[in-house]
């Protein structure tokens, strides 16, 4: 996003800066004389900075921004000009509108010795745009497009009802309403019994059958007389 481009640029631009500040010592020497405290510095219009020059060499500018116990610096004003108390300039029309919250810091270069000024504000009456508001590609909005009409083909569905049954269902069909008695008892066919053949004595029994068949003989000739 753009703000994101100019903030990083800024950022590059403060670490151009030769010498950083000896931020380990409290400040001391080139005391700021403009801004004042609570002055509204406006945006687009040349302004000069001025100080007084306590110390020999060059120096650098340097743009803060936050609260006094806790400012960063945003964008490097001068880098490495000569320490002749003024500078000129040009607030960006980008800074946003503020009554406080702004302030400079003056490094000494190759000693890092550096110097703030009191908090001023920036006077922008235009309206500051959201970050990325200005970067971003408008989306097209879609176009609804006709689709070509179809016919609705019928599809026959079936219920299924499924559930916990804990009766057995009865038939769906009619029960009669008189049952069939049968008249007499069935009749069993008779079956004449099996004679059982004689067991197997051998000799002897061969020789009783013989003496019996004799025995029988004899009475049914007595008995024909």
Known sequence: ??????????????????????????????PIAKPGLNELVPVGETYTITWEPTTPGKVSI??????SNNVVPIETLADSIE??????????????????????????????QYQYSTQFGIKNDKPVEPSGAYDVDPVPSATATAS???????????????CDCTETPAPTGGVPSTVVQPTAAPTLPSYAATPTPPA????????????????????AAIFAF
């Open 62 to 67: 340097l743009l803060l921004r936050g609260p």
């Open 148 to 162: 070509p009409s179809k016919s609705l083909v019928p599809i026959a569905t079936s219920t299924f009802t499924i």
């Open 83 to 112: 320490n002749d108390g003024t500078y000129d300039w040009t607030p960006s029309t980008s800074l946003e509108g503020d009554t406080t919250g702004y302030g400079l810091q003056i490094i000494v270069e190759g000693t890092g």
């Open 200 to 219: 197997f004595e051998g000799a002897a029994g061969r020789k009783g059958a013989a003496f019996g068949g004799i025995v029988v003989a004899a009475a």
């Open 1 to 30: 996003m753009k703000f994101t481009t100019t903030l990083v640029a800024a950022f590059v631009a403060v670490a151009a800066a030769l010498t950083p500040a000896d931020i380990s010592k409290d400040p001391s020497g080139n």
